[in-house]
């Protein structure tokens, strides 16, 4: 009985802390901690909750309401298919043997599925998730994890522990996703924690971004990666040839893969 109670009082919290986010649009977790009269953690975890859910994105030291396009993404029962598409399309350019880096995010992810017909390949990751699916392959590649500091906002390690264990190696590929690519600047993200995703282009040979083609145009606070760290992006075929021509323009090689 008393577990019920426990999960109906979180659950109720849960719900209380989005009606006040979306009157708000914004939310620190001290003020959280004060509203609910509970520990800065049990917030923490309501917030990582709500953001794996698709209600909110964190930020440091709070959180802010999902944007309406990004809501929209979540809903869209085409996008695992558009993630699907693009992790072919990025399978087919890793060789038997490469050394690679996966970053975390669930674009990146769907790639992992394609990887059992690769022979010999060494995967480097900061996240856990991408860690146990490569574990679970048949074909199952040497795996590297960076170590560091535990993020629960991006589910991944982070942290200078993680940026010295990337710089001890050398990769032939490094794969990772974006929030938003601002046709202007780069890759862009709201986590403030970019530090590692850029040691991971500099320890790349080549760095190939994952992202669909609503996400393209959108622009986030931080700036990831700059145009000059990216050699290909792979989108789907939605992307207007306008955005392509851009996107060339600053040198980097635009993949878009045919969704059936």
Not at 52 to 58: A, I, P, V, Y
Not at 145 to 154: H, K, P, V
Not at 164 to 178: K, N, P
Not at 189 to 195: A, D, K, S, V
Request: charged share 25%; net charge negative.
């Amino acid at each position: 009985m008393k577990r019920n109670i426990q999960h109906r009082n979180t659950q109720q919290r849960r719900h209380a802390i989005m009606q006040y986010l979306m009157a708000q649009g914004e939310v620190t977790v001290e003020h959280l901690t004060r509203m609910f009269d509970t520990s800065e953690v049990t917030i923490r975890k309501d917030l990582s909750a709500l953001e794996n859910s698709g209600f909110l994105l964190r930020k440091y030291g709070g959180a802010v309401l999902m944007p309406q396009d990004m809501l929209d993404d979540a809903q869209d029962s085409e996008l695992l298919q558009r993630k699907l598409v693009i992790a072919r399309a990025a399978a087919e350019r890793i060789r038997d043997h490469n050394r690679i880096i996966i970053d975390s995010g669930s674009t990146t992810q769907a790639l992992i599925k394609q990887l059992n017909r690769k022979q010999g390949l060494v995967v480097m990751t900061n996240s856990l998730t991408v860690a146990t699916e490569l574990g679970a392959l048949e074909n199952e590649p040497t795996l590297l994890m960076t170590g560091g500091t535990w993020d629960t906002r991006s589910e991944s390690f982070q942290g200078q522990v993680a940026e010295s264990v990337l710089r001890s190696y050398d990769f032939d590929q490094l794969f990772i996703g974006a929030d938003g690519i601002d046709l202007e600047r780069g890759t862009t993200t709201f986590n403030e924690l970019i530090g590692l995703s850029r040691v991971m282009a500099e320890v790349s040979r080549e760095v190939i971004v994952m992202v669909e083609s609503q996400k393209i145009g959108r622009k986030m606070p931080n700036l990831e990666l700059a145009w000059q760290q990216i050699d290909v992006l792979i989108t789907d075929n939605e992307l207007s040839a306008e955005q392509k021509q851009a996107i060339e323009a600053k040198g980097v090689q635009v993949i878009c893969a045919e969704i059936a």
